[in-house]
Nanobody, 122 residues
Framework: QVQLVESGGGLVQAGGSLRLSCAAS????????MGWFRQAPGKEREFVGA????????NYADSVKGRFTISEDNAKKTVYLQMNSLKPEDTAIYYC???????????????WGQGTQVTVSS
């Protein structure tokens, strides 16, 4: 049984930082693309960033490029989302997901975590 468990969300002031973690179990972590998505109230889920199974390829949404960084620890089967210079518009539920192959399309991600709330106050 595949499980993705996010943690690290919370309330932070604008300009602050948070690091989200996503611990994976039940899958061969090193063969999956791991992605981060977010959904704000009243909005559709959107892509934030992704990292290939090798860790050599990353891709970020323009809205977070230069502020967010994805990394992974294969030994711990954990992927991280370091978020710096946070803005109120980053407020959303953040989800990690796993896809069998490189993709940034949410519909192609097979496994999803339960999400963690990030709230950025102005």
């Amino acid at each position: 049984q595949v499980q993705l468990v996010e943690s690290g969300g919370g309330l932070v002031q604008a300009g602050g930082s948070l690091r989200l973690s996503c611990a994976a179990s039940g899958l061969t972590f090193s063969t999956y693309t791991m992605g981060w998505f977010r959904q704000a109230p009243g909005k559709e889920r959107e892509f934030v960033g992704a990292i290939s199974w090798s860790g050599r390829i990353t891709n970020y949404a323009d809205s977070v490029k230069g502020r967010f960084t994805i990394s992974e620890d294969n030994a711990k089967k954990t992927v991280y989302l370091q978020m710096n210079s946070l803005k109120p518009e980053d407020t959303a539920i953040y989800y990690c997901a796993a896809a069998d192959g490189w993709t940034i399309l949410s519909r192609e991600y097979k496994y999803w975590g339960q999400g963690t709330q990030v709230t950025v106050s102005s």
